[in-house]
């Protein structure tokens, strides 16, 4: 073989192995060279690249195949109102969980509280209202939970709409009609009539949901249409202050505005928990979200579907924790059960025999936890219903059978309960920045929440606290502490004056007669 059949040789070879090696010494390439000059014979010589760099990843579980699935049953929520302001543009409609359209929550929502303790933004002051052509007024999000058309969301994405519609996951928009809502668990159920099935999810069985489970919630942020995101369950049975039911999921998916009503699901396709409510120092999501877990969701959204409300159980007494002292105080083992502070008058527990003391510790026959665990156990049992109680009293266990009634509205309990009404609570928050009920022992009002951007919080007003009198007058209810006020109002003042009962004693303290909330509402 010539010499230049043997270089192209070497050349073909190291070219086709992608690299080149120095199969000749410097001299000795240096005279192939020549050779090859001298021969007339000219040779391209590519360049040498290394191969890309190429990771072969571990095989990771992805959520592509529950989003493809679930997806087409989640919509988006758009609400509209035939009230409209006399000076709004179209951008202060809200998206979601407080901040703006924080304004659109009816004042005895429980969840407006929530919102003020954990620093949403204030909302401007809502300017006069006059009847108009439908404009949005709120959007979130919602899922289909029926073939025909049945889909879930959050109360306060519906609250003060007058027309609602749903966009699909395609784009297609649909009517829809609002069937019933459940302010105390923040549920809606909406209906679309259409000629196809829908697409659509179920509840999971959360028994078994654990803390670092994953999920995926799949909403409508900031009205973006469906969006998608991922994480973990971090604690479970959140108690955030919004009501008696409170058993919240809390995760750390990003969940922001208009994902309001959104389903959290778990790997299996099935929904684990509905998203209502966010702590946001600025209005955005910081990987606190909360959302209403699917064993209490369902039986709601079942009552709804059924007959447009939900009908709860009452006992028809104020209770209270049994802390480790009281249990101690009593005889108890453990401080468990939930304390009768007060049974209401004429309700079916006081008829029945339940006093003042007593606590209950099992609702036929399983044992209650708190406080909290015996309220979500008589509301979620029929109106009607017998239960046996057992009850600790005088050092032993005794049983007492009731027959739940029907659970009143928010003003007829608190008016059975001598507190004022639920417009008197609202009016209060928004005028001093707290709330009342009344002490157990008759003596003033206990505080049970305080705007933490108040001024009452600034005086150093805390949850727990007892106000005994406003201007020198002994109060006993909502009511009374704002009739006090209103008249040092009427009498000139600016600032009314309050005895407060605090753990190192009573003080004094002043607090404006308008506007209290230190805040623009």
Known sequence: MVLK??????????????????????SAAVGMAAVLFSAGAPLAVAPAFADPVHVQAPEVPGFADVVDAVSPAVVSVVVESDMQPVAQNDQNFGFGFGGRGFDNLPDDHPLKRFFK??????PPAKPPERKGRP??????????????????TNNHVVSEGDKFSVVMDDGSEHDAKLIGTDPRTDLAVLKVDADEDFTYVKFADDTNLR??????????????GGTVTAGIVSAMGRDIASGPYDDYIQIDAAVNHGNSGGPDFNLNGEVVGINTAIFSPSGGNVGIAFAIPSHLAQDIVADLIDDGQVQRGWLGVRIQPVTKDIAESIGLAKAEGALISEPTADSPGAKAGL????????????VVEDARALSRKIGMMDPGQEVELSVWRDGKSQTINVKLGDFPSEDELAAAEGNGGAAAQSALMEQLGFEVQPADDGRGVVITAVD???????????????ILSVNNKDVSSADDVLNQVKAAAEN?????????????????????TSNGSGSEE
């Open 5 to 26: 059949e043997k270089v192209n040789l070497m050349f073909d070879q190291s070219v086709g192995q992608n690299k080149l090696k120095p199969v000749l010494k410097a």
């Open 117 to 122: 303790d954990f620093g949403a933004p204030n």
């Open 135 to 152: 404009r949005p007024i709120a959007q979130g999000s919602g899922f289909f939970v029926s073939k025909d058309g049945y889909l879930v």
């Open 211 to 224: 803390v670092g489970d994953w999920v995926v919630a799949v909403g409508n942020p900031f009205g973006l």
């Open 355 to 366: 006093q003042q003391g007593d606590v209950i510790t099992a609702v036929n026959g399983e």
């Open 452 to 466: 933490p951007n108040s001024d009452a919080a600034a005086k150093g007003l805390s949850q727990g606290q007892k």
């Open 492 to 512: 000139g003042r600016s600032q009314a004056l309050f005895q407060v009962e605090t753990e190192n004693g009573n003080m004094f303290t002043a607090l404006p």
